[in-house]
């Protein structure tokens, strides 16, 4: 099950490697679509690596009505704009702000409709302000979430897009290169009523 995992740098608990996590300068690898924000930067889409959940909070415009917390940071693994159909993977998107001043985010992720409801778009709010940035994405949890297809991600803050990343989402046999990159085994314990992402 999944949503999109988000953790914000702010609010992790190491502060060496919020630096790492947040304020690394890499291209983005992901397709951008559309404009960017001047107050974006660092924008890197990629596939993550879940963290062990620290629970779950409420999240009315997804698909299960929540997402996961993560209890520890998130790691991009790989910046692409391939995500293979993998039970336990995460792809998505980190960014850091420059210039803005704290404000909620909100995360959209638009999908090709996932049964049993056929939801394609789903969207929630990040639980703090976010002032220096953030990371988000969507993990596999269940095998009905694994569509293929175009995949976007988009945060928007008052309204005003911030950025917009689209992925294609493939069968695992098609990037065999990147589908044995998480430990896929020991995150299959998440179960669909387990916690999964938060942003």
């Known amino acids: 099950m999944p949503r999109a995992m988000g953790y914000t740098c702010a609010m992790i608990r190491f502060p060496l490697l919020i630096a790492a996590l947040c304020l690394t300068a890499a291209p983005a690898a992901a397709e951008v679509r559309g404009p960017v924000s001047p107050s974006v930067v660092n924008l890197v889409g990629g596939l993550f690596c879940a963290p062990e959940t620290a629970g779950r909070r409420p999240a009315p415009g997804t698909m299960d009505g929540w997402v996961h917390v993560p209890a520890e940071p998130i790691v991009l693994v790989a910046e692409s704009d391939q995500a293979p159909m993998v039970l336990g993977m995460g792809f998505g998107v980190r960014y850091g702000l420059a210039g803005l001043g704290p404000g909620t985010v909100t995360y959209t992720v638009t999908h090709p409709p996932i049964p049993p409801t056929n939801m394609s778009v789903e969207s929630w709010n990040s639980e703090a302000p976010v002032a ?16 293929p297809g175009e995949w976007t991600f988009s945060a928007a803050i008052a309204g005003e897009v911030l950025f917009t990343i689209a992925f294609q ?3 695992a046999s098609e990037l065999p290169a990147l589908a044995h990159l998480c430990r ?12 999964s992402a938060a942003g």
């Open 132 to 147: 220096s940035g953030d990371s988000f994405f969507f993990q596999f949890d269940r095998p009905e979430e694994m569509v």
């Open 169 to 171: 989402v493939r069968p």
């Open 184 to 195: 896929a085994p020991q995150m299959l314990s998440l179960s669909r009523r387990s916690p």
